[in-house]
């Protein structure tokens, strides 16, 4: 195995630093430390917890320049992108200091008790493993309902955005954070997969590939703890012949190549009915090619590079595959020859159920374009995934959409607007895109001890029930 961690620059190609792995005593200690900040920690009040995210949200907001900066460096994300992203961590801690004493309040139930009531109790350190793609956002929207919940966080970042994981603890010391409530491991991928099984690890929150969701929920299982799985996408934007077209392509082109074409809930198969095809794939692709590749420093770029040789060869492949089988380019299809790991933005029009666009994730600037006969064509090719995370339509008719909506297997349908996060609402997947949700009522409750608490007829009934 190798002894350090190397972060490259994907828009240059070259080394940016060298991080060393934890030795077994560092892991150790830091995982003591979350225990023995757990049992502090599980005890302070609402408002104790609910100081802390507003620290950290102003925090995050008083640094936002430096961690988008470390996120540009690290991962290529444009800085206008990465600013956006540091400012929507903030939102999220505020968010839940403000609205978590409710989400998490005991509540009664009737029954055949003097009094029965619901209450939200926490588990302990949730060990969080964390890509790179949105390397401050999928933290903090794993850990600020968990750290509202009266848990502990234990992180494990992708190696590629080391620094980001280490600004994002710089972040909790400065916020005032006690010590062990939230740090960072720096292990190999094989190491961390050990870690679920150790003791003082509660449950364990993942944002990631297929591949790693499989061995994740195995290890997980094994150790019959809780897991939520945010995998894949290969999500759906369904474009029906009396959609408001100048809308539709303005957010297609958003939504399939913000976040340099890398995002699990990026709009990746576009799937348009026969009366509006051919238009629709003259002005997307028209759209498309006029995003501004460049430096991702530059506050000007649109589009930064793939993260990853790797990522930029996989998309390269997938679409000479794909037009192999019968597609064809209209506009982009190919690197672009300059240092780091760039590709043109570009359009494939004609992809047919079977071609690698349409059955694999596309992680890059890379959009497929197919035509359907009518609304249930639509509805059978969104559905022909093994993913389901997102999915949007687009229709002038939103009684039409909604009926459409119950039909769609994901877990989030978006109607006239681009799929996205939102602190307020539940995100999560079902088939290969994973289980569990984040974020909302629904993401706080995920890794509690949701407990029942029954006080016999001998007691009084106004009984108070500790939070």
């Known amino acids: 195995m190798p002894s350090e961690i190397v972060t490259v620059d994907p828009s240059t ?3 940016l630093e060298r991080f060393p792995y934890m030795t077994p005593g ?4 830091r995982l003591d430390a979350g225990v023995s900040a ?3 920690w599980r005890r302070a009040s609402f408002d104790d917890r609910a100081r802390l995210l507003r620290a950290l949200a102003k925090g995050l ?15 290529g994300k444009p800085i206008a992108q990465a600013l956006a992203e540091v400012e929507k961590c903030a939102w999220s801690c505020d968010y839940f200091a403000e609205h978590s004493g409710v989400l998490l309040a005991s509540r009664p139930v009737e029954s055949n008790a003097s009094r029965s009531v619901v209450a939200f109790r926490p588990l302990g350190i949730i060990f969080a493993i964390m890509p790179w793609n949105f390397p401050y956002w999928q933290v903090f929207r794993a850990a600020a309902p968990a750290l509202m919940a009266g848990n502990t966080v234990v992180l494990k970042h992708a190696d590629s955005t080391t620094r980001c994981a280490l600004e994002i603890e710089r972040i909790f010391t400065e916020a005032g954070a006690p010590g062990g409530v939230f740090s960072t491991l720096l292990i190999e991928n094989e190491i961390a997969d050990e870690r679920i099984s150790d003791d003082r690890i509660a449950a364990v ?15 997980a299982g094994a150790a019959l703890k809780k897991c939520v799985l945010e995998l894949g996408g290969s999500d759906p934007f369904i474009v029906l012949a009396d959609a408001d ?6 957010l297609a082109v958003k939504a399939r190549f913000q976040n340099n074409g890398q995002s699990c809930i990026a709009a990746k198969r576009f799937i348009v009915e026969d009366g509006l095809y051919d ?3 003259h002005d997307f692709a028209q759209a498309a090619a006029t995003q501004r590749v460049g430096d991702p420093m530059d506050a000007q770029t649109q589009l930064g590079p793939c993260a990853r040789r790797n990522l930029r060869d996989s998309l390269d492949r997938q679409i000479a595959e794909t037009v192999a089988a019968g597609a064809r380019i209209v506009t982009g299809g190919k690197p672009i020859e300059r240092d780091g790991f760039f590709f043109e933005p570009t359009v494939v029009a004609d992809v047919a159920n079977g071609m690698p666009m349409f059955e694999e994730e596309t992680f890059g600037p890379a959009a497929a374009v197919t035509r359907v006969r009518d609304e249930a064509h639509a509805i059978e090719l969104a559905n022909n995934s093994t993913f389901g995370l997102g999915a949007n339509i687009w229709t002038r008719d939103v009684n039409r959409a909604a009926r459409m909506a119950a039909q769609i297997e994901s877990g989030m349908v978006f109607i006239n607007g681009m799929v996205a996060s939102d602190p307020r609402l539940p995100f999560g997947g079902v088939k290969r895109s994973g289980y569990g949700r984040e974020l909302s009522e629904f993401g706080i409750h995920e890794f509690v001890n949701i407990q029942t608490v029954w006080i016999g007829p001998q007691h009084e009934a106004g009984a108070e029930v500790s939070e």
């Open 26 to 29: 560092e892991i150790d200690a």
């Open 13 to 15: 190609g070259k080394t």
């Open 279 to 281: 238009r629709f794939v």
């Open 38 to 40: 757990y049992r502090t």
């Open 61 to 75: 907001r008083a640094e936002r320049q430096t961690l988008a900066e470390a996120a540009v460096r690290e991962m």
């Open 245 to 250: 077209m100048d809308l539709a392509v303005e």
């Open 205 to 219: 929150t993942l944002t990631g590939s297929e591949r790693a969701g499989v061995a994740v929920a195995s290890a």
